[in-house]
């Protein structure tokens, strides 16, 4: 099946959005082995609109269209495509109802216009929005699909998903699940983690492996597709349990986790609190953990010890320890992690002293990183780290390895 | 004059990523009074892309390619665009030769295929590539201009600025600059700003005021047009001075400034240091701060006090003020601004205390935020505000305000 997915909106045109909805909509259908050959942008414009759809109709079967759904004057996608057509467009009673309890549930009147939205082309499949009001629609008419979703993005993703999918599914034939899994990994290259798994990776067609990549992690898109809901998670499964064999211990969470948000959840599980000395972070570590609901039950604080003289005064690192040393040391990282947790009443100390950049600093390259970790019960470590990138990349990348430390610490220390 | 845009991709086409390149160039186009009346996106196949461009000659005189001008047997725009122009391609030596100057500075063997990156349509007018190595070319054949760019983004943005936007006003027998400009606010919302210069904005179309909006900051965009570019910066400038008439107690910088760059120069200029005392904002103030390059001249760190005994025990906020006024409390700002600043030997010191939610703190609602400003100079003062949003919103709104709290520290006090 050949797709086109023609975008209707003058912001568009006028370069006040990017088109996402197509590059949403592209990335799904190539899951379901849809080949999207065009992209479309027209304005809200009948005449220009119907030049669109007549260049598609003679290139593809199915057509899904986003934006143009709504109540002004401008929204025209609906009566355009019902005039080529030669259908009716027809008040479906359920959308109707459900546009006024919309206004109702958000204490608005109701205007006359809003009513066009619940018009839906005369027998075709409602797609129902669950987050807006105009509801989409799909038809199939002389071999070629329609299908016709809202411009909004937050209306018209989970549309898509919940409804737009399923009936192109049923269109193929295939009765499958779609279901995927996302895994995330911190510590290891992208181009490591594919050589380490790259014949796992070719050889699999069920379910797919794609990796993706982004500020100093890398995760694995899993995508299965069966009948059976629960035959699709085993297969996802048995890849799964595949590929932590050979990089497990670069694992360290599904989906949306992120390291700062599965950093939080851990100390939670193990009533654990903590508290962070940062300087070339200058407050990044606890800015990111803090960003979190709930993290008051485990973050105390801490002393962002950007100037030497905090770090001495505050934190107690002896002036010799700076002169000698210097403060992107490890015996620095040591007594900074230390004295903090003491001084903020911390189960666990984190420090993170080194050369942000863009300069070298005490004659330590740009990407020198030390990072403490102390506990009252084991001695304090300090891991040395020579980090690539710039300023922003030595920065967030410093912080996630801290949250991997401390996630080590929690899963050995306080085992059991 | 009517344009088409055709980006040229098959990982457009597969959603790895959005057609950014369309956005910008409808934006450019817009400002230069050219109107683009269609959007298409095609993938790396020439009969399919030969199909676009027929598509698009029947409708647009201006015809802007990005993509497909790279080295691989999958980069096929010119070869498809020859072959229907009729055009020959030949090799351009200054490309040629900037190609190879470009293998030589990057130290790495330029391969037979990086000729065919220099190859050019006869007689088209080249586009100098000064970010990449393909050029870019642009020929008016048949009342038809095509235009051709590369697709990375930065190769193409200034080339398109550089070389292709003139070209396109050459043709359009405009000898007129384009020059623009970005006022930046913070402290006022987009719908009062517009409101109290909306008769600027109506009557004014040389320079056009355009907002824009993000994150509890609005900013106008000044395009001007004159064929001199000193009245073009003269017609920016009258515009600037009647905006800031109006709304001058709001406007903070010009273009990419942002309020965390303007503090920490306003900081080096004035001599001044600053140390912070964090609740709500977990580190986000600091953070922000120690981003840019050359903070730590300014920034000398502060207590991220998150956990109530933070506080106490090392801001020194006596427990009797914890659990009558409470945390969240003008006194508690208060202190924790004074004694931050001591603590961390600092010329100004500042705390963020409040409410980020999601729930409600100390029976104060989610938004109550309390900014505390001390200097030896002056008595403390403390900013109660009650912010809109969520969490996120709420927190760099905070740390925002605090930037606009210390500039206006820094021109009133220490003036002259």
Redesign the interface.
């Known amino acids: 099946m050949n797709a086109e997915i023609i975008a209707v909106g003058s912001e ?9 909805n ?9 899951e379901l082995g849809i080949n ?8 809200d ?1 009948a005449g ?1 609109l119907e ?2 759809v007549r ?1 598609a109709q003679a ?1 593809a079967e199915l057509i899904i269209f986003t934006g143009g759904l709504g109540p002004t004057k401008d929204d025209l996608t609906k009566e355009t495509i019902a005039r080529l057509l030669g259908r009716e467009l027809v008040i479906d009673e359920e959308a109707l109802r459900s546009i006024e309890a919309y206004f109702a549930r958000t204490n608005r009147t109701m205007t006359e216009n809003n009513k066009k939205q619940a018009l839906v082309l005369q027998g075709s499949t409602i797609l129902k929005n669950e987050h807006g009001m105009a509801p989409g629609m799909a038809i199939t008419l002389n071999s070629i699909t329609y299908m016709l979703l809202p411009g909004p993005p937050k209306e018209m993703q989970p549309m898509f998903l919940k409804y737009g999918r399923p009936f192109l599914m049923e269109q193929l034939g295939r009765h499958e699940r779609i279901e995927s899994r996302v895994l995330r990994f911190f510590g290891i290259g992208e181009s490591q983690l594919e050589t380490d798994i790259e014949d796992l990776i070719d050889q699999q067609s069920n379910p797919t492996i794609a990796p993706l990549a982004g500020d100093g992690e890398v995760a694995l898109r899993l995508t299965a597709k069966h009948h059976s809901e629960i035959e699709a998670k085993k297969l996802l499964d048995k890849a799964e349990q595949a590929i932590l064999e050979r990089v497990g211990r670069y694992f360290y969470g599904y989906n949306d986790e992120t390291l700062f948000k599965k950093t939080v959840k851990m100390l939670k599980e193990k009533k654990k ?1 903590i ?2 000395a ?1 300087s070339l ?7 990111e ?3 979190i ?1 709930g ?2 039950q485990v ?9 030497n ?2 770090k001495e ?2 934190l107690h690192v002896p002036a010799s320890v700076l002169t000698t040393d210097g403060a992107v040391s490890e015996r620095c990282a040591q007594l900074l992690a230390e004295n903090v947790r003491t ?3 911390a189960d666990i100390g984190i420090s993170f002293t080194g050369v942000a ?2 300069d070298p600093l005490e004659g330590k390259p740009v990407g020198t990183v030390y990072i403490g970790i102390s506990t009252p019960e084991n001695e304090t470590e300090v891991y040395a780290l020579a980090l690539p990138g710039q ?2 990349a030595i ?1 967030i990348r410093t912080a996630k390895y801290g949250c991997s430390i401390i996630l080590k610490k929690l899963a050995a220390a306080y085992e059991g």
């Open positions: 568009l045109l006028l370069g006040q959005i990017a088109n996402t197509a590059q949403f909509l592209s990335e799904k259908l190539a999207v050959y065009f992209h479309t942008v027209v304005g414009n220009r030049q669109a260049v290139r609190t508290a962070a940062e972070t200058g407050g990044l570590f606890l800015t953990l803090t960003a609901p993290a008051s973050v105390r604080g801490g002393v962002v010890c950007y100037a003289e905090v005064k505050v001084l903020c009443h950049g863009p300023r922003d920065r």
